[in-house]
């Protein structure tokens, strides 16, 4: 354990002529190590995890409940209906999606461009990742009304001679998410197995150290397996980047191969990538604003993380703003009548409150982040964290809820209003992540020991004479001496 | 956890005397020899030092990949790459191949493959036997996926991992190497070495003393409960498999077990059911009055001889004139009659149709079936063609009409095609054609 | 890695254009406008002597490959902005070497505001062959009535005015951009670092905004009935292919010519090799799915766009071989780390992908939608051999124009970036991450 006191200590400096440390205090690789396996380690965690584990499981035990009452009444408790017949579920699954893609993003693109400042929340932002992509996959499952024949998305032979239909956008998205949370949930347990070897090396009983045995596949650090192992971890990097993208640009095909105005829109894959990143890094952030106050990492999760972090989202939500912007001028541009009015009617319709919750949320509140002041202090980050989850949620609303409600004939005009079990389930979801979430955090490395190391400053103790350090890349060669 | 047991009071080479100062009376061998470093940056000129010396099974093991150390130890650079080029490759093709047989190529009608085998070309929205712009989200994820898991099952493969039989493992100093420490082993299968001098050799490397790691001397086979165990779970897995091939291969009298209603079974009143709900106790609503049922209306100034199969009157004895008789007509009979007529009355017409199979054995609430006619009944022999026409038309006692289901021209068909299968149940030597006859004759 | 490559000692370098050949970079000057003269005359000549029919005609064709020439030259200028101003943004230390090359090509950003000076007159004449909307007669003979409707934005006066303040602001950022890092070669200020870092967020904001709506202005309303909003994004994607692509070019011949022979190494061939293959990568994705959205919904008013890329064998060939040679090919081509980490194959790759962004701008801009439009109405009138000829033969007589065009234009931009190379030293001397980015190696 660390027996200085946790400070925050501002390492945001721009000075070009030294990096910043990514680890701050004075730490050498077996405080980190102890640092980290003391949040798995200790006998009782914070009295706020009990706290947030009971919400979280009877929010999950209620979810649980809706599931139930669907599947034995009918697609009828929702609110959807013609001619909105997409509604709640697949609003919750495109967000919960988008939530999922920052944790690749971190751990392959940000690995990429040799981000080393990615080591300290990659492992969480991963786990997230896994579990929002659980929640995701969970509301087409039931969205499809038979839940019974969902093996029929699958290419198995049958005595039907029947086949899916691969033209179809929901077969792309059966693809997309399967690949996508197998290759996360890959990525995530290659990356943990080092991890996992300390953890089982550092067992004080049998059962655990035959469990945590059991999943580092008896890991010993070799250097021969290094050298494959970071091989192939690059090559998963290589692959999750496009991977991230494919993703939810499938995701947004759902909406743009049909001819309905306000999804029928070119732009529609990159900005849905955007989106998702901007919403995935807003749940980081509100996750491991906690989780560092929790479980005394601010050393390790510094400052100039959370820094970094506002900055893409800043980046991401002008992003999205720029998407929003563009979509009403070509509306306006392409001078098509019903393209014009579909766009006017999300700003000024019936569901303007929507539309305007999105907007400023996504598109107003990030630009705070242009100023440093607001990138360094902690509640408002939280604060703007959330508002960016809203104001997510509300984008997904905006684009199945207005588009759909206003058909092309004026007569099929409906209203779409949700039921109590629709709000059930978008609450009993939250329920299903933060348990999975809990969990985690409980029993197993948080952060990526192994890679946190890597970045470190080598230890002093034999000379000067190698002095360089060999992280990850040269980006912060300059930090050692 | 003691790390006492130091063998550094002995000599190196004593192969099995290891078990003497253990608690515990397994007999362990040397397995090789590791020195413990505490600072990644002295592991280089130290991996130098021991590839000089020639020695090939030997590592480095660190608590986090420590860069250059592969080229200091001289790894060469791995395959790993290229193993998952080829798994993207197939994984590419798979995608290919998956998406454009499945929806575009139809190899049923020609019983190439078994029906759950073969594609079948259902086109949508306008869109070509091969959409291939609308496949590639679906190649490119099953491409990622093949090099996703070549990636990782090829380099846990490559690494030999999981193995959980390590002698390392069980040093208790070498725990540290998850931690922050550096060793770097020297095995004892490796053809250079020798207790004595691999040791002095590493105590050179500026590392802390060499260390003996220790094996059991007995293989490492697994625990006797452990194959039972095995043994057993793998009967109890095959047990699925037994039940699906006994029920792939037994023929079943009980209809299959429905957990899932999906309306296939519902509530509802049948025809000729009897209904409470109404006076007249039948299900079956007569025509309300003042209105016409679709396909009702008679226009008398239409042809009714063709329409109606009437003639002044009374049933047409001829076919209308709109009629020609001629195979194809009696194809379109003999189709439309194995279609809708032959459920009840049978393919050859004699009332014995799988339904009728079904009712005759008396189950309950059937017992007052009534075997449908047969077509090789003098009566329905007698008949006028107008009159079976009507018959078809509009039903007749129990049978419904099919007016509604079958054009007029079909109707006819089937007149005509009845009317071959009676003859061909009654059929003498003179309708025979003249060369087939004598041939006849001959038997 | 243990012993980093030491650092290099850059005064022993030639990091100087002058330094092999003294005077040379002023000459190459009048060499490219040289060039640019030949070239402007050369695509002069069929206006004059060519097949085209009439003058009006043959001037469209010339000024249609000005435009497609300026879109290609602006593409570099603009993607060489982009490549700095994010290399500040990120705060990058690898690229620190190569850093300066783009801020040369940025620099000239004013020289391309004059060079788009000639584009004023198809629009002042309002030459329909042209920009359609330019002309009064066709926005008021337009059947559908939308460019009455787009009249607002598509009209000459604010079409000025909106390139004035592109022009303005990527010259203004050029300009800063290369004066405050000559700058810093001199005073070795490092705020000067802070500083550019500062302005580059605004900056690539504004970037995004003006690189969009220039796309949208300069090339997709050469058919204004057409609309993408993913337009300006392919547009970016291409133009940081082709940075890419020049810088790897500039690399090469720089050493090749003996200049910082050591300063440049392996390590960032690579990196900017990365960086070529991802955006090849993007620039495909973001085709791709304007591509797929498009044929999928199969709307008349936006497929037609791409109908009339595909529906004469010219035109398929130049799509097919965007497709493969634009994305296919480099992909499989580049993919190894080792074709990007030898300078002679990548340095070929580079080449390969400025001759596909060509065929990439020649398909965006010299297709003759209008035409298609014309030749698809009189095909429905009945008259398809009327409008046919002229339409099919189109493709390749626009290459007489669109290759002398591209060339001079370009020439005379190399030459202004090799004049002003000569100027100033050829990397960031005194940048403090210039230490980082010569000790660069990948992992």
């Given at each position: ?11 945001t400096w721009d000075d070009p002529r030294k990096r910043a440390p ?91 461009f040799r981000q080393n ?194 900055k ?156 360089h350090s060999?992280g990850?890349g040269a980006a912060h060669r300059a930090e050692a001496h | ?443 | 890695?243990?012993?980093a490559a030491p650092a290099i000692d850059i005064s022993r370098e030639n990091r100087r254009f002058d330094d ?59 993607g060489a902005l982009f490549f700095t101003m994010i290399q500040h943004l990120t705060r990058a230390g690898w690229s620190v070497v190569v850093r300066r090359f783009a801020e040369t090509i940025a620099g000239q950003l ?62 203004w950022l050029g300009s800063f951009y290369l004066n405050k890092s000559v700058e810093q070669d001199l005073t070795g200020d490092h705020e000067l670092s802070v500083k550019m870092g500062g302005v580059a967020g605004p900056g690539v ?38 940075t890419h692509?020049t810088l790897i070019?500039m690399m090469?011949?720089l050493q090749?010519?003996?200049r910082l022979t050591n300063v440049l190494t392996q390590e960032h061939y690579q990196d900017v090799?990365k960086f ?141 970036v090799?004049?002003e190379l000569g100027r100033n030293s050829l990397i960031p001397e005194r940048d403090p991450r210039l230490s980082e980015s010569l000790a660069f190696e990948n992992?």
């Amino acid at each position: 354990m660390a027996t200085i006191p946790l400070m925050e200590v501002d390492n945001t400096w721009d000075d070009p002529r030294k990096r910043a440390p990514l680890v701050t205090g004075n730490h050498d690789y077996k405080s980190v190590t102890d640092l980290v396996a003391d949040v798995a380690e200790r006998p009782h965690p914070p009295m706020a995890w009990y706290a947030l584990f009971a919400v979280s499981l009877g929010l999950l035990g209620f979810l649980g409940f809706c599931i139930g009452y669907l599947l034995l009444t009918g697609v009828g408790v929702w609110g959807v209906n013609q001619p909105v017949a997409w509604g709640f579920a697949i609003i919750n699954f495109v967000f919960w999606v988008g939530i999922g893609h920052a944790g690749t993003l971190i751990s392959a693109i940000l690995f990429l461009f040799r981000q080393n400042w990615r080591t300290a929340i990659n492992r969480f932002a991963e786990a997230m990742t896994i579990f929002a992509v659980v929640c995701a996959g969970m509301f087409p499952g039931i969205h499809i009304g038979r839940v019974w024949l969902a093996y029929w998305l699958f290419p198995i032979p049958n005595q039907m001679a029947m086949w899916p239909q691969f033209r179809s956008p929901l077969l792309w998205d059966v693809f997309a998410v399967g690949t996508y949370f197998t290759v996360s949930l890959l990525f995530w347990y290659v990356g943990l197995i080092p991890d996992i070897a300390t953890f089982r090396d550092r067992a004080t009983n049998k059962i655990k150290q035959g469990i945590y045995g059991f999943f580092a596949l008896g890991w010993n650090g070799s250097t021969r397996h290094w050298h494959r192992y970071e091989r192939a971890y690059l090559i998963l990097a290589a692959l999750s980047t496009p991977l991230v993208l494919s993703v939810h640009s499938v995701v947004s095909f759902d909406f743009a191969v049909s001819q309905l105005p306000g999804w029928h829109t070119t732009i529609l894959p990159p900005y849905f990538v955007a989106g998702a990143i901007f919403s995935g890094f807003g749940m980081v952030l509100t996750l491991a604003i906690p989780a560092r106050e929790l479980f005394g990492l601010k050393e390790i999760i510094t400052l100039r993380h959370l820094d970094n972090m506002n900055k893409i989202i800043l980046a991401t939500g002008t992003m999205v703003g720029y998407a929003y912007s563009m979509e009403f001028f070509i509306a306006w541009y392409s001078g098509v009548e019903v393209e014009r009015f579909t766009f006017i009617s999300r700003a000024m319709g019936p569901y303007a409150a929507a539309y305007w919750t999105m907007f400023i949320c996504n598109a107003f509140v990030p630009q705070i982040f242009w100023f440093k002041w607001a990138r360094t202090n902690i509640p408002l980050m939280f604060v703007v964290s959330l508002l960016v989850n809203l104001g997510m949620w509300f984008e997904r609303y905006v684009i199945v809820v207005t588009s759909l409600s206003s058909d092309f004939l004026m007569s099929s005009w409906w209203p779409y209003r949700a039921t109590w079990v629709d709000y059930g389930m978008l609450i009993g979801s939250f329920g299903l992540f933060f348990t999975l979430f809990l969990l985690f955090c409980r029993f197993l490395p948080i952060v990526a020991i192994a890679e946190v190391k890597a970045v470190m400053p080598r230890p002093h103790s034999l000379g000067h004479g190698h002095g360089h350090s060999h992280g990850h890349g040269a980006a912060h060669r300059a930090e050692a001496h | 956890m003691s790390i006492a047991a130091s063998p550094f009071s002995k000599p190196y080479d004593d192969s099995h005397g290891g078990s003497a100062s253990r608690s515990h009376a397994r007999a362990t061998a040397l397995a090789g020899l590791m020195v413990e470093f505490d600072n990644p940056d002295a592991l280089h000129d130290a991996a130098k030092a021991v590839r000089n010396a020639g020695y090939t099974k030997w590592d480095v093991h660190t608590p986090f990949p420590v860069h250059g150390l592969e080229k200091s130890m001289g790894i060469r650079p791995t395959i790993l790459p290229s193993i998952i080029l080829i798994g993207g490759l197939t994984g590419c093709l798979t995608g290919l191949f998956l998406t454009h047989y499945t929806n575009g190529i139809e190899l049923l009608r020609n019983a190439i493959v078994p029906t759950n085998l073969s594609g079948y070309p259902y086109p949508i929205s306008g869109k070509p036997t091969f959409s291939t712009p609308a496949y590639i989200p679906v190649v490119f994820e099953l491409t990622v996926l093949f090099s996703a898991l070549t990636a990782v099952f090829g380099m846990l493969a490559m690494n030999g991992l999981p193995t959980f039989w390590n002698p390392l493992l069980r040093q208790p100093r070498f725990r540290a190497v998850t931690n922050d420490r550096f060793f770097l082993v020297v095995e004892a299968r490796d053809p250079k070495f020798d207790a004595n001098s691999t040791a002095t050799m590493l105590r050179g490397l500026g590392g802390g003393e060499p260390e003996r790691v220790e094996a059991p001397v007995e293989s490492a086979e697994p625990p006797r409960w452990l194959i039972s165990a095995g043994i057993l779970a793998t009967c109890f897995a095959l047990i699925p498999l037994v039940v699906i091939a006994k029920a792939r291969n037994a023929k079943m009298r009980e209809p299959r077990i429905h957990i899932v209603q999906d309306m296939d079974n519902q509530e509802r009143y049948k025809g000729q059911m009897p209904n409470p709900a109404f006076a007249d106790g039948r299900a079956m609503r007569p025509e309300v009055d003042g209105t016409v049922a679709r396909g009702d209306i008679r226009d008398t100034r239409a042809d009714v001889h063709f329409t109606e199969g009437l003639v002044d009157g009374d049933w047409a004895a001829n076919f209308p004139a709109k009629i020609t008789i001629n195979a194809d007509l009696l194809e379109r009979g003999q189709n439309r009659f194995n279609i809708y007529c032959s459920a009840c009355h049978g393919l050859d017409g004699r009332g014995n149709g799988p339904v009728n199979a079904r009712n005759m054995d008396g189950r309950p609430g059937w017992e007052t079936w009534v075997q449908p006619t047969s077509m090789h009944d003098q009566s329905v022999r007698d008949r006028a063609h107008g009159h079976i026409f009507n018959t078809i038309t509009n039903g007749i006692r129990t049978m419904p009409p099919y007016g509604a289901s079958l054009a007029i021209e079909d109707r006819w068909a089937i007149v005509a095609y009845v009317r071959a299968l009676q003859q061909s149940s009654a059929a003498s030597l003179s309708d025979v054609p003249e060369n087939i006859r004598k041939e006849l004759e001959a038997r | 890695m243990a012993h980093a490559a030491p650092a290099i000692d850059i005064s022993r370098e030639n990091r100087r254009f002058d330094d092999i050949a003294p005077g040379l970079a002023g000459r190459v000057w009048t060499l490219g406008v040289g060039a640019f003269v030949v070239a402007l005359l050369m695509a002069l000549i069929p206006t004059f002597t060519g097949k085209q029919t009439d003058f009006s005609a043959g001037a469209s064709a010339f000024f249609r490959s000005y435009v497609l020439a300026f879109a290609y030259a602006c593409s570099l200028g603009l993607g060489a902005l982009f490549f700095t101003m994010i290399q500040h943004l990120t705060r990058a230390g690898w690229s620190v070497v190569v850093r300066r090359f783009a801020e040369t090509i940025a620099g000239q950003l004013p020289l391309l505001a004059l060079l788009g000076l000639p584009l004023l007159i198809p629009i002042i004449l309002g030459m329909e062959g042209v920009y359609e909307w330019s002309s009064a007669a066709a926005v008021k003979n337009d059947a559908s009535g939308l460019l009455q409707k787009k009249a607002p934005y598509l009209n000459a006066t604010f079409f000025i005015g909106r390139m004035v303040f592109y022009f303005a602001v990527w010259g203004w950022l050029g300009s800063f951009y290369l004066n405050k890092s000559v700058e810093q070669d001199l005073t070795g200020d490092h705020e000067l670092s802070v500083k550019m870092g500062g302005v580059a967020g605004p900056g690539v904001l504004l970037y995004a905004l003006t690189v969009t709506f220039f796309a949208v202005d300069l090339l997709m309303s050469l058919t204004p009935h057409w609309y993408s909003t993913i337009f300006g994004v392919y547009y970016f994607a291409g133009c940081m292919v082709s940075t890419h692509a020049t810088l790897i070019v500039m690399m090469v011949l720089l050493q090749r010519s003996g200049r910082l022979t050591n300063v440049l190494t392996q390590e960032h061939y690579q990196d900017v090799g990365k960086f070529m293959f991802a955006f090849t990568v993007f620039w495909a994705y973001i085709g791709f799915s304007q591509y797929m959205l498009i044929w999928y919904a199969n709307l008349p008013e936006e497929t037609y766009w791409y109908a009339a890329r595909q529906s004469t064998p010219y035109w398929l060939v130049v799509s097919l071989t965007l497709l493969f040679g634009h994305f296919v090919l480099p992909f499989l081509a580049l993919i190894s780390k080792h074709a990007k980490r030898s300078p002679n194959f990548i340095f070929l790759g580079a080449c390969w992908m400025l001759l596909m962004h060509f065929v990439d701008m020649h398909y965006v801009v010299s297709p003759d939608t209008h035409g298609y439009q014309q030749y698809l109405l009189a095909k429905d009138a009945g008259k398809a051999a009327a409008g046919a000829g002229s339409y099919m033969a189109h493709g390749a007589t626009a290459l007489l124009t669109d290759i002398p065009m591209t060339i001079g234009m370009l020439a005379v931009l190399a030459s202004a970036v090799i004049r002003e190379l000569g100027r100033n030293s050829l990397i960031p001397e005194r940048d403090p991450r210039l230490s980082e980015s010569l000790a660069f190696e990948n992992i």
